[in-house]
Structure formats: structure tokens, C-alpha cells
């Protein structure tokens, strides 16, 4: 459009101007008319100017119209594409009116509604509206600016972001309305929240998360990266993750990791890093390429955790599953793994291979009397001694307990084995040093069994030297003997025994026979002694010498030497009711593992009670080998006895290596001399026992002990025995072991007069 042109009037200026120049002209004209004229024209002209402005002023109105209808189109498309609502607040009637703009109408949503009960805005939101509306009428913000949930037009709430300015005011300057504009932000406090919660767990990741440039420097880290590595995030920003590298690895190790990083967008392995202060410590790496959505740069975003400790617990989880951590010996996984290598080389090059398996002679007693932490000592002692012998190249393993095994590779025989196990027991006759000022002696017991005569697998090298080494212990300890055919019967034989005897108390196969002991000073029935059988359903009768040393290997000594007490107070108990002398004792054998781990003490009590029996009606015997072996155990369990009133009896007297000095200072009542000197002092040609006899029978009486001699079998010894003052006689002069009802037959006897040193008809037991 051009620019508007000068309106034309409508009649040429030249009429206008003729009659003016004709009466100016004419001197004698009539002033009057021409004034008349001259205002009309000036009328009309003024009416044409009038219409003129009004015309140009329309138009005017018009094109502002158009500008402003434009401007509202606009406003409303931008309202539209951004999803806005346009809201008005009247203070003064309190209404709140809505309004969503669409492209192609004014309104499609138009409300009025009162604010302090507007059911659109959420009930819990209301105050915090009024309290953002309070602080811009007092001009306390800006803006009036507020988040809060509104009811849509299906009827769920959404939160929504208000803006709003004053756009009308009183003449005292208060507002009266308020206009603004409002949107639906659901998704981006969702995207926010998000935000929030990916940036907490970041947070509190237990792995260190680090953010990578191209060229590996720091670009962000959380927190669990500076726990990790003694760094804080603000002094790594920046700097190149090299900061971190330790010496582990070597240089080229580090390039690796990143050129795999730089070509496949991915890496993860172990990798060894240091800390700030200097320590190593070992991490589980990922590292993933990610684009940065702003700039589109490459990025590297690495995972760390720290799994040094995981390390560490792993390889001591596997040194636990392959070493003894006492002895820190290889224990029976590592043997027998060692075992089949050694197999496999000796079938090669066609040597023999032997396996010696050792047990410690009375270790129980140690471990008992002096407690674990010496057991323990005099095991790292054995270790370092049979590595010692043996030499460091061969395997010396601890099984368990107080069982070892030597492997010893490239023999030509059995009898370098032999050889070596000797040097073995030898090597073992010094003390074992256990520290500074103390020192233990021990023997091993030794079994041997040989590649490829005895087995072809482990499992059986051991078994057969199992098998042996038992053979080597009943044979007297200190000892070691080969494996042979002919003992595999006698170790099922001994599975069989010991399965047997964990049933023979609740089979009721075990039963006591009683042997009369004789008072020689006045000829009666002083004492009993209760002796232990059994008859086997699956093996019969089972001699005490097998069976009483499998009970003490296995403990089922424990739970049988119990029920022999039971059984033997029950017996006296019922004896006394029936009329037997109440001055008569039974006496019952206490073995090493009963005194040493048993509470015997209140087990014997508790049986005196049960059985209404006096304490002095009980006498324990225990061996010399056991009193001496586990002597200051022994002493306090003694004195224990004696202060019940329980009297104490040494049995197999003379068969050990104690001394009568020293057990006077035990509370010992009795002495029993062993049958194997008793055999001989009768003997013309024997005059050794006779006086081993009669010196321990006055060495005794001096110390106030009674002497019972044990193994009395003809008239001849037990005269020697009254004319040497001996207190009492025990054998089978006197009588066999018998049954209870005929043991209680023979003291009713003797009491009334019978001859006591025969047996009742048919009582032999």
C-alpha cells in the first residue's frame, strides 16, 4: 500500500476563487452577499474535512482492530502450542475464571469459580495458593508464582505452574484483578522426581560412578568414588584418571584398557588402583560410552567397586579348603590332591610311593590336662618337627586331630618307608619345645601302605595306612608297622565292634560280674570289684581287652562307664536289702576319659543319692598311667573325690613309672599290686617279685595306704601275702568274677561262715 493521497475537493478551486476575485474587483458589489458566500463554501469545506478525519480515523480503528485480533491470534496459538491456560483472579468478587486457548475459537473452556472453596484446586494445595497470593498483593515477590494441583477436565489432578502480574488497581493503587497464565508441569515434576531419585541413588551407590571426557579426565564422580579413593570429587575434576594408576601394572596395561575403551564403547576387567594415601587396592571396573544430549560429545561413564577385601576373603576361603590354618600344613583335600599327582608321576616313571599315617600317643591326655591352647602348641610343634625330619620337599599334611600323613615320592622299596618312619619315632624322643620355658614329649604311632602294592587312589592309600597305623598302636605305640592283606579283616572287625558297641547299652548287652575281694586281718568279704562284659548279638562274647580301648578311642566310654556306675551302686544297694554286710564297697574302674572330661565328680554323686548309698560304699580305681599322665588334672578331680568321702584306688600298681613319693601327696586310699608280680612270689627262683612285693606292701603301710594284691591264685601266695601284712587279696584263689545273684549267694555264704576262697557251685561268670 502507498502512502494516502491528498483529498480532492470536490468543485475546482477555480470557481472557489472567481467570485471572490470579481467582488474584489467590483468596487461597487455587495459586501453582504459575498460574505455569505464565502461561509457556505468554508461550511461545506469544513463538513468534507470532518468526514474527512472520521473516514481516516474508521480506518485507523479498523487496521488497530485487525493489529489487535492479530495479536490475540497470536497470543492464543502461542497459549495453544504450549499447552498454557489464561486465568483472571477479581479480587473483589473472589472469582477465578479459566480460560484454554485454541486455534480456532476464543474460548473452548471458560470458569468461574470461588477461590477459597474452589473444588478444581486440591484441598491440601488451597492454603499454599492464598499464601503465595498474600505475599505479592504486600509486594513480597515480584510475581505471583504457584505449583499446585488442579482437577482436569476428566477429573484427576494435575499439577500445575501459575504466573501472574496486577493488571487492574483501585485509585488508592490496590489491586483489583490479576491475569495470568498457567500450565500442566505433571511431566516435569515426573522428569524432575526422576532427577531426584537417579541423582539420590547416585548418591548412595556403594560403587564409585565417575564421568569421563575423551580424553579420560574427570568430568563428575559421587561421593562413593571419593570414599573409595581418598579423593575429593573437587580435586579430580579436571585431571586425567592416570592420577589413580599404581604399579601393579605396567604402563602399556593402562593404554590397553583405554584404546579397548576408544574402539569397542565398552570395557570391564580387574584392575589395580591407589589411593590417595598411597595404598593399593583392587577394583572390579565397567566402563560404557555414552553421547551427551546437549552437546552430543562423547563421554565414558566408568563403575568402580572396591573388591580387595573380596580378594582377600577368597583367598583365604581357598587356603582354609586346602591348608590347615593351626599347623598351616596342607590338610586331607590338599593331601589327597597332592596324593593323585603323585600317583600319576609314580606310574610314569615307575617308582613306588609310600604314605605314612601318624597319630599322636596319648594327645587326648595332653589336649585334656593341659588345656587346647597347649594342644594346639604341641601340634605346631609336631608339624615343624616332621617337616623338619622329612626334609621340605616332601608333603607333610595334618588330617585332622592329631593325625598327619607324609607322602614320600621316588622310593625304590618298603623299606626306605620303613627307614623313614623309624627316623620319624626317633626324631620324636627329644622334647618338642613349646616356647621358652616349656616343653612336651610325645610319640607317634605309624602306619605305612606303598604305591602300587597296596592301592592304586588315594582313598585307599590312606585307608590301608589307617588300617596300620591302628595295628602299630595295639601293638604298644612308639611304633610304626606296613600295611598287610591280612589286617583289612581286622579293621572290619573293629568298624563292626565299635558300630556294635554304640547300640550295646540300649540293646541292654552289657552286664557287670563282681570278684570278692578278702580282708586277710579278719577273713571277711571287704570289697567287690565290678568287672565290665559284654555279649554281642552280632559278635558274642567280647574279650574287655578289644572292646574298653575301642569305647576310649571312640568316647562311648563316657556314656558306658556312667551306666557301670548306675549298675554297680543299683547291685550293692539291692545286695545290703538282701542282708549282705553294710561295711562291704564296691569298686568300679574309672578310665583317663571319664576322670579328664566328664563331670564324674556329680555323676558319682547323683548315683549315691539315686541309690541311697554313703559315699564311702564306692571306691574308683584308676590305672598308675592315668594318674601320672594327667597329673594336676588328675590331683584336683582326686580331691574332689575326697571330699565327697569317695576313697581311691591305684590299679596295676608297679606296671608304670610313678613314685611313691609322689602319689602320697595325691589323696590316694588304696594300692593294688599287679597280677605280674604276684605270679611270682611264690616262685623259689623268683625272689625279685617277692621283694618288689613286700617293699611296696611297707613302703604303703608307711604312707597309711592299704595294699590289695591282685592275681591271687594258690594258697602259697596268699600266705606270703598274710605273713607280709598285705590288707587284702584279690583273685581266683578267692573267687572267679561272678554273677550278681551269685556273688550275693557267695557273701551270705561267707558271712555265715562258708569257706570264702572257693567258688559257689556254677558261679563262675
Known amino acids: 500500500m502507498g502512502a494516502p493521497s491528498t483529498p480532492r475537493p470536490p468543485w475546482p478551486a477555480g470557481l472557489l476563487l472567481a467570485p471572490l476575485a470579481v467582488r474584489a474587483g467590483n468596487a461597487g458589489g455587495s459586501l453582504g452577499d459575498g460574505l455569505v458566500l464565502l461561509l457556505a463554501v468554508l461550511v461545506l469545506l469544513l463538513a468534507w474535512l470532518a468526514l474527512e478525519v472520521h473516514r481516516r480515523r474508521t480506518r485507523d480503528q479498523q487496521a488497530h482492530l485487525r493489529l489487535l485480533q492479530e495479536r490475540e491470534q497470536r497470543l492464543r496459538l502461542a497459549l495453544w502450542a504450549s499447552n498454557e491456560l489464561y486465568w483472571q483472579f477479581d479480587l473483589r468478587a473472589r472469582t477465578l475464571e479459566i480460560t484454554r486457548a485454541a486455534p480456532d475459537q476464543a474460548n473452548d473452556l471458560a470458569m468461574h469459580t470461588v477461590l477459597d472453596g474452589d473444588p478444581r484446586i486440591h484441598q491440601d494445595d488451597l492454603p499454599r495458593v492464598r499464601d503465595h497470593l498474600v505475599a505479592y498483593l504486600r509486594g513480597e515477590t515480584p510475581i505471583f508464582l504457584s505449583e499446585h494441583r488442579m482437577r482436569s477436565e476428566n477429573g484427576q489432578w494435575q499439577w500445575m505452574l501459575a504466573r501472574g502480574r496486577a493488571i487492574a488497581h483501585d485509585a488508592d493503587g490496590r489491586v483489583l484483578r490479576l491475569a495470568g497464565t498457567a500450565r500442566n508441569i505433571d511431566a516435569l515434576r515426573e522428569l524432575e522426581s526422576e532427577r531426584q531419585i537417579a541423582a539420590e541413588v547416585l548418591r548412595n551407590m556403594a560403587e564409585s560412578v565417575a564421568v569421563l571426557d575423551e580424553q579420560f579426565k574427570f568430568v563428575a564422580a559421587n561421593p562413593a568414588f571419593s570414599r573409595m579413593s581418598g579423593y575429593a570429587v573437587e580435586e579430580v575434576i579436571g585431571k586425567d584418571t592416570a592420577l589413580l594408576n599404581g604399579d601393579r601394572h605396567p604402563p602399556e596395561f593402562y593404554q590397553q584398557a583405554r584404546q579397548a575403551i576408544r574402539e569397542h564403547a565398552s570395557w570391564s576387567g580387574e584392575m589395580w588402583q591407589r589411593r590417595k594415601d598411597g595404598r593399593d587396592f583392587l577394583c572390579a571396573m565397567q566402563c560404557n560410552a555414552i553421547d551427551d544430549p546437549g552437546t552430543r560429545r562423547r563421554l565414558y561413564v566408568l563403575v568402580t567397586s572396591d573388591i580387595t577385601e573380596r580378594r582377600r576373603i577368597e583367598h583365604e576361603l581357598r587356603y582354609l579348603a586346602n591348608y590347615d590354618p593351626l599347623t598351616n600344613l596342607p590338610n586331607r583335600t590338599q593331601l589327597a590332591e597332592r596324593l593323585s599327582h603323585a600317583i600319576v608321576q609314580a606310574r610314569r616313571s615307575g617308582h613306588r610311593l609310600a604314605l605314612l599315617f601318624l597319630d599322636l600317643d596319648n594327645f587326648k591326655d595332653i589336649n585334656d590336662s593341659q588345656g587346647h591352647a597347649t594342644g594346639d602348641r604341641v601340634l605346631r610343634a609336631v608339624a615343624r618337627r616332621l617337616q623338619d625330619v622329612v626334609g621340605p620337599e616332601r608333603t607333610v599334611a595334618r588330617i585332622s586331630g592329631d593325625e598327619f600323613a607324609v607322602v614320600l615320592e621316588g622310593i625304590a622299596d618298603g623299606a626306605e618307608a620303613d627307614q623313614c618312619a623309624q627316623r620319624i619315632i626317633e626324631a620324636f624322643e627329644a622334647p618338642l619345645h613349646l616356647d621358652d620355658r616349656h616343653e612336651a614329649t610325645i610319640s607317634p604311632s605309624i602306619g605305612i601302605s606303598l604305591f602300587p602294592d597296596h592301592a592304586q587312589v588315594p582313598t585307599d592309600l590312606l585307608k590301608h595306612a589307617d588300617t596300620a597305623m591302628y595295628r602299630a598302636k595295639r601293638g604298644g605305640k612308639r611304633g610304626h608297622m606296613r600295611y598287610l592283606q591280612e589286617m583289612e579283616t581286622d579293621s572290619r572287625r573293629r568298624a563292626g565292634l565299635i558300630a556294635a558297641l554304640r547300640r550295646a547299652i540300649e540293646r541292654d548287652e552289657l552286664h557287670l560280674a563282681y570278684q570278692p575281694e578278702l580282708h586277710l586281718a579278719d577273713g571277711r568279704i571287704a570289697a567287690v570289684e565290678a568287672l565290665l562284659r ?25 556314656p558306658i562307664g556312667e551306666w557301670v556306675l548306675d549298675a554297680a551302686c543299683r547291685t550293692l544297694a539291692g545286695w545290703r536289702r538282701a542282708g549282705a554286710d553294710p561295711r562291704l564297697k564296691v569298686s568300679i574302674n574309672v578310665s583317663a576319659l571319664q576322670l579328664l572330661r566328664s563331670e564324674l565328680p556329680g555323676t558319682v554323686a547323683a548315683a549315691l543319692r539315686r541309690h541311697g548309698l554313703a559315699a564311702s560304699a564306692l571306691e574308683l580305681e584308676l590305672t598308675e598311667s592315668v594318674l601320672m599322665d594327667n597329673a594336676a588334672l588328675a590331683g ?60 611296696v606292701i611297707a613302703m604303703a603301710r608307711t604312707l597309711g595306704l592299704q595294699v590289695v594284691a591282685e592275681g591271687v591264685e594258690t594258697a602259697a601266695q596268699l600266705a606270703f601275702l598274710q605273713r607280709n601284712a598285705c590288707d587284702i587279696a584279690q583273685g581266683y584263689w578267692i573267687s572267679r568274677p561272678l554273677a550278681a545273684d551269685a556273688c550275693l549267694r557267695f557273701l551270705l555264704e561267707a558271712q555265715t561262715g562258708a569257706d570264702a576262697r572257693l567258688d559257689p557251685a556254677g558261679a563262675p561268670a
Open 534 to 558: 559284654w555279649d554281642s548279638a552280632e559278635h558274642g562274647s567280647i574279650d574287655p581287652e578289644e572292646f574298653i580301648p575301642l569305647a576310649e578311642e571312640t568316647g562311648l566310654i563316657v
Open 636 to 695: 584336683d578331680r582326686l580331691r574332689a573325690f575326697r571330699d565327697l568321702g569317695v576313697s581311691i584306688a591305684v590299679d596295676d600298681f608297679g606296671t608304670g613309672y610313678s613314685s611313691l613319693s609322689y602319689l602320697h601327696r595325691l589323696p590316694i586310699n588304696t594300692l593294688k599290686i599287679d597280677k605280674a608280680f604276684i605270679d611270682g612270689i611264690a616262685s623259689p627262683d623268683d625272689h625279685e617279685d617277692a621283694t618288689i612285693t613286700t617293699t
